[in-house]
């Protein structure tokens, strides 16, 4: 789905810059939901990091 190599990811690294778009954050997130069903779309968009997301993916953001 990326043209980015796997060792290019990184936790900091902006969404922007390792080629994900909001097309193919559409298709990410409806693979997804079928995982975590109350992924939201917009709150995705409104993260700029990959490590933000994947907290939003995986519930393992800090719960203050």
Known sequence: MLETPASDLYYSAKVSDVGLDSLTLITLVEEW????????????????????????????????
């Open 33 to 64: 939901r079928a995982v975590k069903p109350d992924l939201n779309f917009q709150e995705l968009m409104a993260k700029e990091t990959l490590g933000e997301w994947i907290d939003a993916v995986t519930d393992s953001a800090p719960k203050i």
